[in-house]
T-cell receptor
Framework: AQKVTQAQTEISVVEKEDVTLDCVYE???????LFWYKQPPSGELVFLIR??????QNEISGRYSWNFQKSTSSFNFTITASQVVDSAVYFC??????????????FGRGTQLTVWP | DSGVTQTPKHLITATGQRVTLRCSPR?????VYWYQQSLDQGLQFLIH???????AKGNILERFSAQQFPDLHSELNLSSLELGDSALYFC????????????FGAGSRLTVL
């Protein structure tokens, strides 16, 4: 079975602080994909990143960076120098190539990030 | 604008009623997914259609049904509504049936009174 755990329900930081959102996943499949989505107060789900299970290279995009470690089944997300506009719920998700669930995203419960000015 | 269009944005109805939520996928996308987001269940996968055919079912109640039409738009029908059906219903689309990036619509917020 596929499972995603985001242990941090809520995180509050002050602007310009760095913050890391944790994500731990479970799957028996060797080919899988990991995602992060952002849900701002307006409610839509915005795609941030996708990584496949064969690419453990960390990625940086502006103030965002992602650390993928297969050894610990983790795919953590760090925001550097946080801003008020980063306040949102962040979801980690998992997808596999298993036939019956092809393309389906398994979401974690999300982490509510609040950045105070 | 994600390119995935969902209507209506908000819907208020009474218990026992039936509603239909509509989704138009991004141009060129053949896959449509429906998700339900509620406070107690989080984001739950309901059903996946690819090019008009049902591909997978998740935690979808028997009172709920969906279909994807030849023009690729999809409808989610919710019947015999209960208070617990109040939730945000998302539609998402992707190019193919595989693990592509899902692009989500803005959601339809259903309130059952």
């Amino acid at each position: 079975a596929q499972k995603v755990t985001q242990a941090q329900t809520e995180i509050s930081v002050v602007e310009k602080e760095d913050v890391t959102l944790d994500c731990v996943y479970e799957t028996r499949d060797t080919t899988y994909y990991l995602f992060w989505y952002k849900q701002p107060p307006s409610g839509e789900l915005v795609f941030l990143i996708r990584r496949n299970s064969f690419d453990e290279q960390n990625e940086i995009s502006g103030r965002y960076s992602w650390n993928f470690q297969k050894s610990t089944s983790s795919f953590n997300f760090t925001i550097t120098a946080s801003q008020v506009v980063d306040s949102a719920v962040y979801f980690c998700a998992l997808s596999t190539d298993r036939g019956s669930t092809l393309g389906r995203l398994y979401f974690g419960r999300g982490t509510q990030l609040t950045v105070w000015p | 604008d994600s390119g995935v269009t969902q209507t209506p944005k908000h819907l208020i109805t009474a218990t026992g009623q039936r509603v239909t939520l509509r989704c138009s996928p991004r141009s060129g996308d053949l896959s449509v997914y429906w998700y339900q987001q509620s406070l107690d269940q989080g984001l739950q996968f309901l059903i996946h259609y690819y090019n008009g055919e049902e591909r997978a079912k998740g935690n979808i109640l028997e009172r709920f049904s969906a279909q994807q039409f030849p023009d690729l738009h999809s409808e989610l029908n919710l019947s015999s509504l209960e208070l617990g059906d109040s939730a945000l219903y998302f539609c998402a689309s992707s190019r193919g049936p595989g693990a592509n990036v899902l692009t989500f619509g803005a959601g339809s917020r259903l309130t059952v009174l």
